[in-house]
Structure formats: C-alpha cells, structure tokens
C-alpha cells in the first residue's frame, strides 16, 4: 500500500504534533502551509523534505494531497476543510471542527455524497489522566457521553440521576452511554 500523501495546514505546536502522527502512522508528509511564508518554511524544515506554501489554495492546486490536516485558528477551520474537500482530499481537522453550527453544516454537506473522509481529532481521549477520570466519575458527580463526548452532570437536578451508568446528555436527550 502507498502511504498517504499529507498536507498541515498552519505551523503551531499543534501542527507539529499532526506532523509527527502522520509519520509514526506510517504516511507522508509533503508540504505544509502557514499564513506567512517564513512560518511554513520554518516548519517545513523541521518535518524536513517537504516544499512550503503560504496558501493553501496555491498547494492544493501544486501537490497531489490525499489528506489534509487542518490545524489552523478555529475561526478558519470552515473555509480550509471547503477548500481542501473542493480538491478531493480528506480531512482531518483540530478540535473544535467549526466555530458555529452553520459552519460544521456546510462541512457536513459538503462530504455528502463524496467518499471523503472528515475526522475531528480528540486526542486526549486516551490520555491516562483522562482514562482515570473517567473511572472516577460516578464518584465525581459528571459523566462522559459517548453520544456526543461532553461532559454531562448527574446531579438530581437532571432528567436523570439514576446511580446506574451516565446522567442525561441534553445534546442526545437521553441517558448517557
């Protein structure tokens, strides 16, 4: 199998971060763009062998992108998954995926009916610290939801307060799993 050909889209510490993972996962990083032409070079000569945009457009028109990692302010996380989706890649993009409801609904839309994928990455789930956590949380009055990963209280205040599994998650409306 070919490895995945991956762009990073911004040159923070996150962006380093995603860089790493693509090649501990056995893919490829090509090229990274930043808002500045300086900021991607920088980075680029970090991950090293790869060519430095200050546009994603121009790299998404210059390099054959299978993936692009979206690691860019929030506020610019709607317009760089259209842009990267409009070009045929896939998408993975930092939390949080948008800044509104009606920006993750045009993301969403624009998947539909592509064989993209989109993935938003929390990567704190398997943390050890967060693991505990969760073993703890009957005892500390929240649960996690599995239905949408928020934290939900149990208190008595809620629909639900059973001492069973969850509380109630008020995006799923119902019990937590």
């Not at 990267?84 to 890649?89: K, Q």
């Not at 209280?153 to 109630?168: E, K, R």
Request: proline fraction near 3%.
């Amino acid at each position: 199998m070919t490895a995945l050909r991956s762009a990073i889209v911004g040159s923070g510490f996150v962006a380093r971060v995603h860089a790493a993972a693509v090649r501990d996962m056995g893919g490829a990083v090509v090229a990274v763009c930043s808002r500045t032409r300086s900021g991607a070079r920088q980075l680029a000569d970090e991950v090293g062998g790869v060519t430095a945009y200050d546009s994603l457009e121009e790299l998404l028109r210059g390099e054959a992108i299978d993936v692009v990692h979206i690691c860019t302010p929030n506020a610019l996380h709607a317009d760089h998954t259209l842009l990267a989706l409009e070009h045929g890649a896939h998408v993975v993009c930092e939390k949080p995926l948008a800044t509104s409801t009606e920006e993750s609904g045009r993301m969403l839309e624009a998947l539909q009916g592509t064989d993209r994928i989109g993935a938003v990455a929390y990567h704190v789930r398997g943390y050890p610290l967060v693991e505990h956590m969760r073993r703890l949380s009957p005892t500390m009055g929240w649960a996690s939801c599995a239905s949408c990963t928020a934290a939900t209280s149990t208190s008595a205040t809620t629909p639900s307060s059973s001492t069973t599994a969850g509380g109630y998650c008020p995006r799923a409306r119902a019990r937590c799993t």
